[in-house]
């Protein structure tokens, strides 16, 4: 009974910044791996960011996003700097979850938050 909640999407302007975050509550072993996806209207859910130990980027954020985790309070991070109108989707978290030290991780996706670029 895990849960993903996602916050700080919003209006910004072109070249602003937006940091997103993603709070996992509920009982569980650990997180392994967190990922941030996001889907345009009309198109379809694409990767955007992951960290696990190595942080990984879509090559149309890399040097804009940065994806952090905090341990302590079971939070992944998103911040966007110099924001485009091609940033505009709905932001969705995901983790991996275990739930003891012996079994494969289970997947669980936040409820998505809207970031709209616009001037």
């Known amino acids: 009974q895990v849960q993903l909640v996602e916050s700080g999407g919003g209006l910004v302007q072109p070249g602003g910044s937006l940091r997103l975050s993603c709070a996992a509550s509920?009982?569980?072993?650990?997180?392994?791996?967190t990922a941030w996806f996001r889907q345009a209207p009309g198109k379809q859910r694409e990767f955007v960011a992951s960290?696990?130990?190595?942080?990984t980027y879509n090559n149309a954020v890399k040097g804009r996003f940065t994806i952090s985790r905090d341990f302590a309070k079971n939070t992944v991070y998103l911040q966007m700097d110099t924001l485009t109108a091609e940033d505009t989707a709905v932001y969705y978290c995901?983790?991996?979850?275990?739930?003891?030290?012996?079994?494969?991780?289970?997947?669980?996706w936040g409820q998505g938050t809207q970031v709209t670029v616009s001037s």
């Open positions: 960290i696990n130990g190595k942080t």
């Open positions: 995901n983790a991996e979850i275990t739930f003891d030290a012996y079994h494969q991780p289970s997947l669980y």
């Open positions: 509920g009982s569980f072993f650990a997180i392994i791996n």
